[in-house]
């Protein structure tokens, strides 16, 4: 038996996979669709932080163009943990990629002023 948590809404039922295949203790179709789909191949949206140079905040919040294979995860948030972007960013600029994601930056870094 394996149980995963559902996690497409917030109620987050806890559903059952026997071992046959057959599927218990989904409230609804979407977890339903959910489990089979991790089932299959997992996969997430990864948000991280990158670390920015001269600008208003030492870090950028970014998120990935699309779901990642989980196997990738940890390997792409220790690429970009060595990163440093230079301020200014604007929300949309691509702070990193491979042939296979694109990490976003999802706010804008203003520079900072020498006062
Ligand atoms: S099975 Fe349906 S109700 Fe339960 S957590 Fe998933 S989406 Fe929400």
Known sequence: MKILTCIVCPVGCKIKIDEDGNIYGARCDRGVSFVKRE?????????TTVKVDGGIVKVVPVKSNKPIPKERLR????KVSSLSVR?????GDVI????EVSLIATRSVGEAQDV
Do not use: F, G, M
């Not at 089932?39 to 948000?47: A, C």
């Open 87 to 91: 301020a200014p960013i604007h929300r």
């Open 75 to 78: 390997e792409i948030v220790k």
């Open 96 to 99: 990193y990629s491979d042939e």
């Open 39 to 47: 089932l299959l191949s997992s996969e997430r949206i990864l948000t």
